[in-house]
């Protein structure tokens, strides 16, 4: 690697007290392209994306060396190396929670993961290293649940991010979300039908690669949307764990968090970004390109200058997409002239 990594340790008072108990001390990796280590010139200043992570991803997960395939700093020293995207500063938060991710909003299930980011993170990166310190040269960028991240970030703070890039994003929930109600129901038949029964084995068991998906996707989700810190799971259901149904009440609270739904609450925010691209494969598993079309639609309803791309791979297949969705942000730093 042409670059440098630097881990960095940073205590946050945001996460202090944080209802699932999770550490407030976050390892966070930090790339340093080539240009940055060669140059002392305390003048020059360099962009930066925050690089977000998928559910049950951490940020040293992100960048293990696997001699089979590329990390996400080895993808963008690549790109950086062989002059295909400007030089930036990538920086990966480390959002991941017990419960599998925090959607990286602040929530009373989880914590204050979004203000972690905007207002911690941030100033910390400014103020240790040669940046551009200001929303022109910054920008937000993730894949899944690090892609609705990426989107929602940006669009409730585009004083902080001019630049959006969202792979395979949660959006328009009735679809991504809403489908697993019924299979989550019948999954809970291994548990005596109960939410709770999960969730204690769950939080027992040394190995929770081996549970249902759909039930520690439900938790996570939950945990962030629907946070009820009064019931004994710490959230409300959107569901009906005998039958499937959906509960409607709680369902609007997601429904809430949907970018497709906030959008229309946000137009003047979303006009003020630079770069806002998102795509997805036509096969994703979760109908998370049905989502994307949707949310474009409703982009294009709202004049909201936006690029949307479909490809034809799936959820877990797309990896080489992230050098188009670098690509973007390298075009959209050169036209804010960042």
Known sequence: MNGKLVMETVGSLALKGNPLGDPRLREIPVYLPPSYLENPDAARRWPVIFYLVGFTGTSRKAVFEDPWRENILERFDRLVSAKKVREAILVIPDCFTRLGGSQYLNSAGTGLYEDHIVTELVGYIDSKYRTTRSAAGRAVMGKSSGGYGAVMLAMRHPEVFSHAVSHSGD?????????????????????????LKFLTRFAAARDKSRFPHELV????????????????????????ERTGETKEKVFKRWLQH?????????????????????????????????????FSDTLKALK???????????HFDMADRYDVGFAKLSEGFAKAKA
Do not use: I, Q, W
């Open 171 to 195: 959006m328009f929930f009735e679809l991504c979300y809403a489908n697993d109600f019924p299979r989550c129901a019948t999954a809970l038949g291994k548990y005596d039908g109960s939410f």
């Open 217 to 240: 996707n439900m938790a996570g989700m939950a945990a962030c949307y629907s946070a009820n810190r009064k019931s004994e799971l710490g959230f409300d259901l959107p569901f009906d």
């Open 258 to 294: 949907d970018p497709v739904r906030l959008a229309p609450k946000r137009v003047a925010a979303l006009k003020k970004l630079t770069t806002l691209f998102f795509d997805c494969g036509v096969r994703d598993e979760f109908h998370l390109h049905l989502g994307a079309r949707k």
């Open 304 to 314: 909201v200058k936006h690029t949307h791309e479909e490809h034809a791979f799936g």
